[in-house]
Structures are given as C-alpha cells and as structure tokens.
C-alpha cells in the first residue's frame, strides 16, 4: 500500500530556516518523483517543485529558486524539502506527493505539514 | 498557465447534478489535466487525471471532459460525501498550476 508519512508540525522564528521530510512506503522509492506543494491556511494549493530521488535532479517555480533545497535519503525511502529565509507568508501547510515520472501526475499524497512561522 | 475555475462555490442539494469549470489561458495537453477533491482537514486526492479519467477510488458519477482550454468536472446526482472543494491541476512540462477551486456545498 503506497503511504507518504510527513514529519510534524514546526513552529519557526522569521528567518529561520524548516526541513520537512517525506517517508514513502510500498513503493520502491526511485522509480517516481516526489513534488512539493503548499496550502496556505484557507487558500488553494501552490505548486513548489519536483524532485527525482534516482538521479538528484529537481526544479522549482521561479519564486522558491534559492530559498528551497530539495534532497533525499534512499535509506530509509525519504525526501526533504528546506525552506529558508522564513516570512509569515510562508506559514502553510507543506504536502509531498508521489509522481508519475516525466508526466509529474500527482498519484499519491502524505498528510501534510503544518509550518507556521511567528515571532 | 492560469487556471480560472468557476463558479467559486457552487450550492446545491443531494441528488443534485454539479458542473464544474476550468478554463485555461492558454492551450492544455489533455494528458496534463487533472481534477482533485479536498475536504476539511485532508490532503487532496486524485480524482479525475488525463482530462477524463477517473481515478480507482471514486465511482463512476464523477467524470471529466473538455480539451484545449475549457475542461470540466461533472458529478451525477451528489451525494454526501461529494460535498468538498474541487481544484484543477494542470501539469505540463512549461509549468504545473492549480486552479482556485470550486466548492461544493
């Protein structure tokens, strides 16, 4: 059974810097990307990048260029997505999601990640 | 690619059909449209991919349509479980946006 299990909520500073991370189960891990979207509280969803765990290869919307590193782990099957230079414009919640590779088709959600950020 | 979904919220009664509108401001591939549901609290899930392909877990008074730049979510007679925001989603290799959503109450 394909499962993303998310890490917990953060509470950060301005400034700041968030890792959140993306554990996948019942899949081998490779074989699909991993995207990233947010959800700010009330709003619709914002689609942030895609990262592909065989090669190390990712891209990201123009806006996150430079504040987001997207990494993985093959042991254990997880992926990270770090956010920096935190505003309270970037409190949301974070999901990854499994993708068809080259299609980036969005098959498979975690529960998400709640990053609220407040001084 | 702007995603404009209309209408925003959409109230209607069990039983009831709804129709649901995504228009784009330039030309989808249909293999990169895609429909997701989202209820309170919950990750979105994949319903609709390919324009009109419904994903396994939902029946079949879901269904999708459309090409170019206006595609559209269908559901058959609503039942309660139904009621929920519904986003498209395109996916293409130039960018990957969502629409707004419609809500379905």
């Known amino acids: 059974q394909v499962q993303l299990v998310q890490s917990g909520a953060e509470v950060k500073k301005p400034g700041a810097s968030v890792k959140v991370s993306c554990k996948a189960f019942?899949?081998?891990?490779?074989?699909?990307?991993i995207v990233w979207v947010r959800q700010a509280a009330g709003l619709g969803l914002e689609w942030m990048g895609w990262?592909?765990?065989?090669?190390?290869?990712?891209g990201l919307v123009q806006k996150f260029r430079g504040r987001v590193t997207l990494t993985r782990d093959a042991s254990p099957s997880t992926a990270y997505m770090e956010l920096s230079g935190l505003t309270s414009e970037d409190t949301a919640v974070y999901y990854c999601?499994?993708?068809?590779?080259?299609?980036?088709?969005?098959?498979?959600w975690g529960q998400g990640t709640l990053v609220t950020v407040s001084s | 690619t702007v995603l404009t979904q209309s209408p925003d919220t959409l109230s209607l009664s069990p039983g009831e059909r709804a129709t649901l509108s995504c228009r784009a401001s330039e030309s989808v591939s249909d293999q990169y449209l895609a429909w997701f549901q989202q209820k309170p609290g919950q990750a979105p899930r994949l319903l609709i991919y390919?324009?009109?392909n419904r994903a396994t877990d939902f029946p079949d008074r879901f269904s999708g349509g459309g090409s170019g730049t206006d595609f559209t979510l269908t559901i058959d007679r609503l039942e309660p479980e139904d009621f929920a925001v519904y986003y498209c989603?395109?996916?293409?290799?130039?960018?990957?946006?969502f629409g707004q959503g419609t809500r379905v109450e």
């Open positions: 989603h395109q996916h293409g290799r130039s960018s990957r946006t």
């Open positions: 999601a499994r993708a068809v590779r080259n299609l980036l088709l969005t098959e498979f």
């Open positions: 390919g324009a009109s």
């Open positions: 990262f592909n765990p065989n090669s190390g290869n990712s």
């Open positions: 019942g899949y081998t891990f490779v074989d699909y990307d």
